[in-house]
């Protein structure tokens, strides 16, 4: 059977499943999502062109999810991964640049199953997931490639590429391997194959790589509307431009612009060039100064082609981790513009720089974080570009963000550019620092770092701090929280702060978003174990933790069984009560094998109803529950020991 052939009746029987579990659903459960509250909770943006994305270049599906909790911190809207195309080869980074066909697979940041864990994790926090996508070329060794795209017909001839002036050969040449026909509606069938693929998986975005070498519609190529009518968000990488012509190919960037959000290279470079040399820029954008919109940019600092390719264009791996952050504070303090931060790899040579390995973590930093939450708090307000005493302005209605050209830990008088910023007292984020502000100027102390970030806090910005709950089984008369990260161990001092009780013998506590730990205790002897914070709007109740709802003494858990009499390779739990239709999401959480054909999972105490099911079309009827520690096999309950 052909390969084509195949995918056609795969994408047949999961097209109908899917409608089945749509239709099913419609009737059993409303869908949940936390995004919306969680996007709240931290001040992200509610789509990914009005945030920031954090570039987890190389780094597993499980490190970024992982580290989820940090990156909304620090106020990341997205992620971006490394392609999740199976690669012509394991290990160094740019063997996932050239694929064996379109099709995620398991590769060195994971499997297909990790990267759709990482999407459902990163909707819980309102984190939007981007995956990058190779499409201009697959491996050059075309032994191992898809096979149904081997045939001459699917191929430019061309040649490589040798005047990158020429949009012909930029679109038809090689760049290293094999360059695709892109306009042959086959290709394109591939690509947008793919892309429903990771959106099916629960992918919001897609990064098309080399996105300059695909043609455009009015160069008779159609392969950018096949591929972008999924309703992702999608941009496109495109170095320079349209091609390396300085003037004359806007038009080809405004029609790239109908398609996807573009890259602007050339203006990161201009960034971190005039950091880097000790002075503040004085462009105030490349593409947006020569007509295209601002809500179509996409600002950086670096990128992993500026880190991982040695000494080619625009290389930045000799800059230090400081000049490069004072470009990005200028790239993402702008508004409309998105900007990505790159997280480094440890190593700066292209050859030691491997998939799978997780980079740098400075992403956490006071002074990152501090651009990301201002960002995020202006959406939608003007911005006025500005320079002066060496400083670049962003001047933003109800803030700024002053970068200084090199130094810090100085005062400094700027411009208050086209009278923008309200004039007012501010606080610096980073350094906690008083700011005056004029009609005509900004005022105040730049601390280490060369950065301030300046800005109204009445507006939409970060919670600084969450509630987190205690269920007082004891019955102590006082209860306090004692608190600490591995950063800060004296955020308290012992017993630490009293609670406050609600109601229920439930007592809450804010304590600051960065806290990792805690201890209960009355004050005068008896406590908890040091416990490891697991979120906030938390509650501990007799050992274990759980999302507090308000509704009183919380329930337990207990165990449930499924004995597999259909030898099922997967089993799910789809459970629910008549109070509380959205306790799971379909087709369920999956159940653990305890040996012997039984599953097991844990579930809360009011659960009442349970639908157990292979995840793949196959399930049992709607099933009361007959209480906790029950084994459900071949049609009847009974006491599991």
Known sequence: ???????????????????????????????????????????????????????????????????????????????????????????????????????????????????????????????????????????????????????????????KVTNWCDRYQVTHGEIGMPDLNSEHSYVQQCASNYVNQLKNLGVDGIRWDAAKHIGLPSEGCNFWPAVTNQGLYHYGEILVGPDDRKTGNEGLMKEYTKYMTVTDSSYGKTLRDAFYSGKAPSAYGNWSARGISNNKLVYWGESHDTWSNNKDWGYSNDMSQNVIDRAYAVAASRNDISALYFSRPSSKNKESIYAGQKGSTHFKSKEVAAVNHFHNAMIGQKDYYTTGNNCAVVCREKGAVIVAGSGGNFNVTVPNGGKTTKPGTYKDEITGATWTVTETTISGKIGSTGIAVIYNNSGVTPVKEEKVYYQNTKNWNNVYAYYWSDSNTKMTSWPGVKMTKEKDNVYSVKVPSDAQYIIFSNGSGSKTDDLKLQGFNKIYNNGSWSTYTGGGIITTKGNMFYKNTKNWSKVYAYYWSNSNTKMTKWPGKKMTSVGNGVYEITIPKDAQYIIFNNGNGSQTGDLKIQGLYQIYNNGTWSSYK
């Open 1 to 159: 059977m052909s390969y084509n052939l195949k995918q056609k009746m795969k994408t047949k029987i999961v097209s109908c499943f899917l409608a089945i579990c749509l239709v099913f659903t419609s009737f059993v459960v409303t869908p949940v999502s936390a995004q919306e509250t969680n996007q709240n909770e931290y001040g992200l943006a509610k789509n990914i062109q009005d945030g920031v994305t954090l570039h987890c270049f190389d780094w597993k599906y499980n490190d970024i999810k992982a580290e989820l909790p940090n990156i909304a911190k620090a106020g990341f809207t997205s992620v971006q991964t490394s392609p999740a195309q199976v690669g012509a080869k394991s290990g160094v980074w740019y063997w996932l640049y050239q694929p064996r066909g379109f099709y995620a697979g398991t590769n060195d940041l994971g499997t297909v199953d990790e990267l759709r864990s990482l999407c459902q994790e990163a909707d819980k926090y309102g984190i939007k997931v981007i995956v990058d996508v190779v499409a201009n070329h697959l491996a050059g060794d075309h032994s191992n490639i898809q096979y149904d795209l081997k045939n001459g017909q699917y191929w430019h001839n061309y040649g």
